[in-house]
Structure formats: C-alpha cells, structure tokens
C-alpha cells in the first residue's frame, strides 16, 4: 500500500516536473520574439507608434480582461478539485472555455478588420508601408497568430479535464491532468499580458 502510494506522488511529481520543463521551452520561444521585437522597436521607434495606432486598444484591453478573469475561474476549479467538488470544477472550467471562445472571437473581428484594410504580410498596401511598420504588423501577425493557437490548445486541454471530471478520472486524490492544464492556462493568460502593452500600448 505504502509502496503504491510512493508511486502515485513519483507519478505526480515527474508529471509536474515535464509540464514546468515545457512551459520553460514556450517561455523561451516567446522570449526569442519578444528579443525581436524590442530590437526592432529601439530601431524602428516611430514606425512602430504609427502601426500600433492602427490597433484596436479597447479589444486589446477587452481581451486582457477576458483572460485575466479566466485565469481567476482555471485557479478556482483547481481548488473545488481539491476540495472534493466536482461539479463545481466542471462548472468553472466550462466558463474558462468560454471565456476562451470570447478571446478567440474578438481576435477574429480584430484580424478581420486588419485584413479588409489589407494590412496583412505581402500585401499591396503592406509593401508600399515604411520598412519599420512592414515589421510591426509582421511581428503582430506572428504573435498574436501564435498566442491565438496556445489558447485553441489550451481550450482543448480543458475540454478533455471537463470530459475526464465528468467521466470521474480526476478525483481529489488524482488531478494532475487537471492541474496540468491550470499551469498552460495561465502561461496563456501570462504571454498575453506582455503582448498586451508591447502590441496596443507602444509610444
């Protein structure tokens, strides 16, 4: 008994261990672009001002928010986890998922509207732009792009938890999976409170 408790904490542990070693390996992937981007803006100060005015701040600031709250409701369910209310976790991370989804649709418009106004990598209006803006909107494009598809996997990671509570896999004693989960929501939430004031907030 003792010995098959002794695995399920080595279990846990290496489990936490390799989602903290691949958080670590996404932390330095946006780090290489957030290096780019302060290089390129000591550069390009002036060009990046102007393409940062053809943002949407209020989105911008939307979305923050958005994801702010649902970092709060990931953080909750873990917590009902623990103390024995399933329900109650499935509830919060059903709301996560929409606030994901909410995320998700204002990037749409946002992106929408960028590409009506065909300011999008190799388009006309993009080639005839000073150099420094064709970088901005580069960078955004390239971010924004990749933080978007961070939040579609985090979302699917939480829909296969909510699967998993409803099924009763993850209980008080095991919810690693779970938890797992929780950690790459907030690196989501994490990365887009840097871009949020690199992107729509440049003077």
Same mark, same amino acid.
Request: proline share 2%.
């Given at each position: ?19 903290? @070693?691949? &958080?670590? $390996? ?6 290489? =672009?957030?290096?780019? /981007?302060?290089?390129?803006?000591? *550069? ?47 509830? @919060?991370? &059903?709301? $996560? ?6 995320? =998700?649709?204002?990037? /749409?418009?946002?992106?929408?509207? *960028? ?49 998993? &509570? ?38």
């Amino acid at each position: 008994m003792e010995s098959t408790k002794l695995n399920e904490y080595t279990d846990r542990d290496t489990g936490k261990l390799g989602m903290w @070693l691949f &958080l670590f $390996t996404e932390l330095f992937l946006f780090g290489g =672009l957030f290096l780019v /981007y302060a290089v390129m803006r000591t *550069k390009y100060a002036h060009d990046f001002h102007l393409g940062a005015l053809e943002l949407n701040a209020f989105i911008g600031t939307a979305n923050t928010v958005v994801l702010l709250v649902s970092s709060m409701t990931v953080a909750m369910s873990l917590t009902a986890i623990q103390t024995n209310n399933p329900s109650k976790a499935f509830g @919060l991370i &059903l709301i $996560t998922v929409f606030l994901a989804i909410i995320f =998700l649709i204002n990037k /749409y418009f946002e992106w929408g509207h *960028k590409i009506e106004l065909k300011l999008y990598p190799g388009s006309d209006v993009m080639r005839s732009l000073p150099h420094g803006e064709i970088m901005f909107f580069g960078l955004y494009f390239i971010m924004t792009g990749l933080h978007a598809l961070h939040v579609i996997v985090g979302a699917v990671l939480l829909i296969i938890v909510m699967f998993n &509570l409803k099924s009763g896999s993850i209980t008080q004693e095991h919810y690693l999976l779970q938890e797992n989960a929780a950690l790459y929501w907030h690196l989501v939430d994490l990365i887009w409170i840097f871009l949020f004031p690199l992107l729509y907030l440049v003077t």
